[in-house]
């Protein structure tokens, strides 16, 4: 298997209802950049707003996993997302007219297979991957639930449920690294118990939700009274119940439920935006557990440090060389604080400064101690930010970028003589009016040296 990013080939489209608002959507997954991750953009609303499919934009997993950022949201993604990641695409940009993603049979087997129909296109990056090297738990005692993971060289799942229930009973599921997730996980349907609709029907959900898209079942023996009721809230004659099943009246899979956890679990860690090596045993997993595992081990990455994203290869040409820097930004020696930009696009870069003990500031800071200033490093992250600015406009050298506010700065490393910086910034939203807002890092190897969130705008030179 390779170990670089990948996309797809090209647009997939897919029409369908909202399991709980009950709209007509249109979805479309296109290709995207190495390292976007999956990102929703709701093109039904004005300026297109996006959404990252990041686990710290998680807002609601009552009844589906939902995402949102400003006046973008998108619910229901647990399938959608599965479909993507255990498939192998890492970076696309779902297209999405409505603020749910269609509910098609109830699984992700469409989704999956048209994926797999379209293909994929491998991308010129590796892929970002997570170690788990210790045990780690997650709990919800009264409700027993049970989410651990475990070190190991490759992801596997496994899900147990349990829900007192003579009809489920006791079910396991695993996905194993070398398992076929389209044929294995995805054609599992969600289920519900008939005890359940009552009350989503009051809390207004399920609209799109009929007996060709979901599992119901059924604990106890139903009136006539109560069949006519189902009857009428689906409009479908003939309800009946089999082996404790309304109206499914074969099962996919002996242990279907069990699966259909799985394959939201998946779909929820996918939220972490990196892939998972290691081991995962899941005990009634559900979305807000789930997805509360993925900011855990989104917290345990940030304890153990954000790597870099690009490699700095010294026998590599830059992108940019010192001559074509000096084209784009204003600055001059001894204020000059970039020498080469080895990646751009048009929502992030990457930049080197080579830090020798000839640095004027060095003289003072310190005569005994030599550390680059703090101010020295965020001053250099913005320059590299603002060659990211500047190469979109069509005449750069009649406009410099300026400081606005600096936000959540941290020191985590001195800088001293003979260190390569490497900058890493990212756009947190789309250039606006001039204004630029961006995600800055600096590193010295693998080690985060300094963080920050800068704000500039793009203004003409007098």
């Not at 229901?76 to 509910?103: F, K, Q, R, S, Y």
């Not at 991308?123 to 991957?129: L, R, S, V």
């Not at 972490?272 to 081991?279: A, D, M, N, P, V």
């Not at 830090?355 to 001053?379: A, D, R, S």
Request: net charge negative.
């Amino acid at each position: 298997m390779s170990c670089n990013q990948k996309t797809i080939n090209a647009p997939i489209t897919f029409k369908g209802k909202g399991l709980h608002t009950g709209l007509n959507v249109t979805m479309t997954i296109c290709p995207a950049d190495i390292n976007s991750g999956i990102i929703f953009k709701r093109v039904d609303m004005e300026g297109e707003p996006t959404v990252p499919a990041i686990c710290d934009f998680v807002t609601d997993t009552s009844r589906g996993t939902t995402i949102e950022k400003g006046d973008a949201r998108v619910s229901t993604i647990e399938h959608i997302m599965a479909a993507l990641w255990c498939n192998g695409v890492d970076n696309c940009i779902v297209e999405i007219d409505a603020p749910e993603t269609p509910i098609m049979d109830g699984s992700a087997r469409e989704y999956s297979q048209m994926i797999i129909n379209g293909g994929l296109l491998e991308q010129d990056a590796k892929i970002n991957y997570y170690q788990i090297t210790d045990k780690i738990s997650y709990k919800i005692e009264d409700k027993g639930v049970d989410i651990s993971l475990y070190p190991d060289n490759e992801f596997t799942v496994t899900t147990h449920i349990d829900y007192n229930s003579k009809v489920l009973g006791n079910q396991y599921a695993t996905l194993n690294a070398s398992d076929d997730f389209n044929s294995q996980l995805a054609p599992c349907r969600t289920f519900v118990f008939l005890h359940e609709l009552e009350p989503l029907l009051d809390l207004n959900l399920i609209k799109g939700g009929d007996l060709d898209n979901a599992i119901v079942i059924v604990e106890d023996k139903i009136t006539a009274d109560e069949v006519t009721r189902i009857s009428q809230i689906f409009n479908k004659k003939d309800i009946k119940v089999t082996g404790g099943y309304l109206n499914n009246l074969e099962l996919r899979f002996s242990n279907e439920a069990a699966r259909h956890k799985l394959l939201d679990l998946t779909g929820d860690l996918a939220l972490l935006g990196f892939r998972i090596k290691g081991r995962v045993m899941a005990t009634r997993p559900g979305h807000f557990a789930n997805t509360e595992v993925a900011k855990l081990l989104k917290k345990q990455m940030r304890k153990d440090g954000v790597k870099p994203t690009y490699r700095y290869n010294v026998n590599e040409a830059p992108v940019f060389d010192i001559n074509k820097i000096k084209s784009l930004l204003p600055h001059r020696p001894p204020f000059l604080l970039v020498d080469k930009i080895i990646h751009i696009d048009t929502e992030s870069v990457a930049g080197i400064k080579n830090v020798t003990m000839n640095e004027p500031f060095f003289v003072g800071h310190f005569p005994n101690e030599p550390v680059m200033p703090g101010v020295l490093i965020v001053e250099a992250m913005a320059q590299c930010g603002g060659i990211l600015a500047l190469q979109s406009i069509p005449d750069p050298e009649n406009y410099a970028t300026y400081f606005m506010k600096i936000d959540a700065v941290k020191f985590k490393n001195k800088v001293v003589p003979g260190d390569t910086l490497q900058f890493e910034l990212k756009l947190k939203e789309p250039i606006r009016r001039g204004i630029v807002l961006m995600d800055a890092k600096a590193f010295v190897g693998d080690k985060l040296a300094t963080e920050a969130v800068l704000m500039a705008q793009i203004a003409k030179k007098r």
